[in-house]
């Protein structure tokens, strides 16, 4: 393992000589954040519809969200490198345990303190919503551990699509929702559906990118399964799926008139489809998933400005 003090890595695109903080947000995997806060921008505002919207909870579930994002982000990091899926043959952004930018054991200590941050967010909403919020806290943060940890390691099982859409699409969008209403609704469901497809979107874009190296350490993640064909088919549908829903959900009365205004988001998704289809280029990929992330966000807005105008 190189030594972090002596080997002095640099840290693409800041000085060679990076401060205390900046190991930790390329750690963090700032792009990938919409993940976290989509959900629970949709899941408000599906709340707030309807009547009924409170700030504090709101601002309490995303920080609970975006702190076991970043702890799923540093523990996949760790996990990544000290279990041999990341090395110098990786294709994809500079990561901080690989590159030596920060010890890996010390990583995995700020994932159990994102964790904690989350679970503290979390104390609120349970005192207000009551033990299913507790429930659902402690398995999202199962779950971010055991993405990548034995003897679980979901992520490398290729059912790392299937925790992101539950977690990052139906618990969290439902979850949000849950915290203003105190209901399990089915509003809040169908909304978490696009929602979750667009956050898999994400995941399929980078482990596209990945596959080579990932199925050379022994990762069998479901693009390694796939071949990349299928992984860039898979992509596609995963965004026209998130386009489809505000039609079904106008159809079943979840959307009023502003329905249409995710369509907003089509032409980037047509040419992000274009772009995964066509490049085999590792940074077109890596651009490709940070824009996917970025529609996440955008249509997370969009999706939200409809639901805020009511049901049909």
């Not at 199962?142 to 490398?156: E, F, H, K, M, Q």
Request: proline letters at 6%; a positive charge; glycine letters at 10%.
């Amino acid at each position: 393992m190189r030594s972090w003090r002596s080997a002095r890595p640099t840290l693409a695109g800041f000085p060679a000589f990076p401060s205390a903080w900046r190991p930790w947000v390329l750690a963090a995997r700032v792009p990938t954040l919409p993940a976290a806060v989509a959900p629970v921008l949709v899941g408000t505002a599906a709340a707030a519809g309807t009547g009924v919207f409170h700030p504090a909870p709101a601002l309490a579930a995303l920080a609970g969200a975006l702190a076991i994002q970043i702890g799923t982000n540093y523990h996949n990091d760790a996990a990544d490198f000290l279990q041999g899926a990341d090395d110098a043959r990786r294709r994809g952004p500079q990561r901080a345990a690989a590159s030596g930018l920060l010890p890996a054991r010390r990583v995995l200590s700020g994932a159990y303190a994102s964790f904690a941050v989350a679970a503290a967010a979390g104390l609120y909403l349970v005192w207000l919503r009551g033990w299913p919020v507790a429930v659902v806290g402690l398995l999202s943060i199962a779950a971010g551990i055991a993405y990548t940890a034995a003897p679980l390691r979901l992520g490398y099982r290729g059912l790392g699509e299937i925790f992101v859409f539950l977690f990052f699409g139906v618990v969290a969008v439902v979850g949000s929702d849950y915290v203003q209403t105190g209901l399990v609704r089915a509003q809040a469901a169908a909304a978490s559906m696009p929602v979750g497809l667009l956050a898999v979107a994400v995941l399929v874009a980078n482990n596209l990118r990945d596959i080579e190296t990932d199925r050379a350490a022994g990762k069998r993640t479901l693009a390694v399964r796939l071949g990349a064909p299928a992984t860039r088919v898979l992509y596609a549908v995963c965004l026209a799926g998130a386009l489809a829903v505000p039609a079904a959900m106008r159809a079943a009365g979840f959307l009023g008139d502003r329905f249409w205004l995710p369509w907003l988001g089509a032409p980037l998704a047509v040419m992000l489809a274009a772009a995964a289809y066509r490049s085999h280029d590792a940074g077109v990929l890596v651009r490709v998933l940070k824009r996917t992330a970025g529609l996440l966000l955008l249509y997370g807005v969009l999706l939200a400005l409809a639901l805020l105008g009511g049901p049909a």
